[in-house]
């Protein structure tokens, strides 16, 4: 077995402990395996493995990853889950299933604009800002229903649902909390008519918090590839 093999493999473990722990079903819960800074062969090594969905952070890596693996395109789903800046929208709205990073309507019609007629709607989720000050990236929670209703009229967008990425601690009731938030704006938007599936949220080192939140996907990337170098 790869030894990306076995971490999957110990990845899902932890998913379904954890689920079982929440009593939830380890099927509801998706894995996104985080594939930045890592070659195409590592992509690859995970498909072969049987992953099927692949995070992405920087445009041009992407973009060339995304061409090294054409071969299984058709079989592959990716996730844009990076900051996105208003002039690079255009290869993401061409060339991903799903955008993750969200926190701005400018990006959101950029991206409408830019998707192709022949593909399907973009898959989206809204950033959420779930650390108060200590994040500046994602929209504010109670800035999030206004947003989420402006993007869901969007012709080529499909609203999903909601992201997170907390401040880091190590503390594992610590790590619940933002979890929380998300989940509890995620129950609000519905109540409100929104139609999301979708809660983004859980890394490496909180996937377990995450799952006992109610995540429906969890974005690995250390657990499964190793420790990133960002040397080069
Ligand atoms: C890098 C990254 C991840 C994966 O983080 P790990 O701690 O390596 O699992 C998840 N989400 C986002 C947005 C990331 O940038």
């Known amino acids: 077995m790869s030894p990306i093999e076995e971490n999957l493999q110990a990845v899902h473990a932890r998913i379904e402990r954890a689920a079982h722990a929440a009593h939830r079903s380890p099927g509801s819960v998706h894995l996104l395996a985080v594939s930045k800074t890592f070659p195409a062969a590592d992509v690859r090594a995970a498909f072969d493995a049987g992953q099927r969905a692949f995070g992405e952070n920087y445009v041009q890596e992407s973009l060339s990853k995304i061409e090294a693996l054409a071969d299984l395109r058709a079989r592959i789903e990716w996730h844009f889950i990076g900051p996105l800046q208003s ?134 990337g250390t657990a499964i590839f190793g420790k990133r170098d960002y040397s080069h």
């Open 87 to 220: 002039n690079k929208t255009r290869p993401v709205a061409e060339q991903f299933d799903w955008v993750h990073s969200i926190d701005r309507l400018k990006i959101a019609q950029r991206l409408s604009e830019q998707r192709p007629d022949a593909l399907p709607p973009l898959n989206v989720c809204l950033q959420v800002n779930v650390s108060g000050e200590a994040s500046k990236s994602g929209v504010q929670p109670s800035e999030a229903l206004a947003l989420a209703r402006a993007i869901a009229e969007l012709p080529k967008l499909r609203l999903r649902g909601l992201m997170s990425i907390p401040e880091p601690t190590g503390d594992s009731e610590a790590q619940r909390e933002p979890h929380r938030i998300l989940h509890a704006l995620f129950d609000t938007l519905r109540a409100e008519g929104l139609a999301l599936d979708t809660m983004s949220m859980g890394m490496s080192s909180d996937l377990e918090a995450a799952v006992l939140e109610g995540a429906t996907m969890v974005r690995i």
